[in-house]
């Protein structure tokens, strides 16, 4: 008897740490490594960032998503791709001469500089884009439960200007630099902005 008190003096401690660490896992945050250079300057490849599952997701959060069944090219169905959401559902997103309108208000872009907003932006609108790329939902605005997304450098980016729009449910959770990161305006760029 005093030995099995012994065993789970050690075992029940271990045993909840790990059930609570899968709490938090599943329901919380997770920690996620960026692939590819499609959020540079905000998001370097390879870099590992967080996940907070319950944020809410707002204009110009940066965001993690399930791509199967979203971007055709994506065949596993656990790929994720970490992109910055520029519409909403509703909204109308239009680009033109290297500006992003949404809603027809240009959107204030001093997150990504001069040349990552203009090389490979080019003029379009959604429902051009819907014609262009064949999308299977055929419309002008932003549709409900789903957003716009946009990687930060536009010219190597695979985003829904390609693909279409990103279903709600298939969001993992909002992206967050973590505070030990030591460049503050990556933080800001990342965490803070998004309204």
Known sequence: MKTFKNIMSWVLPIVVGLLIAMVIRHFVFTMVRVDGPSMEPNLENSERVAVVKPAKVKHLSVI??????????????????????????????????????????????????????????????????TDKYGWTVKTTRVPKNSYFVLGDHRSVSNDSRYWGFVPAKKVLGVVKVPFWDTNAKKRRNVNSISY
């Open 64 to 129: 993690v998503f399930y791509a199967h069944n979203v971007d055709p090219d994506a065949h596993s169905k656990t790929v994720k791709y970490v992109k910055r959401v520029i519409g909403m559902p509703g909204d109308t997103i239009s680009s033109r001469d290297g500006k992003l309108y949404v809603n027809g208000k240009a959107l204030n872009e001093k997150f990504i500089s001069q040349f990552e907003r203009t090389q490979g932006t080019g003029n379009w609108d959604l429902g051009g884009l």
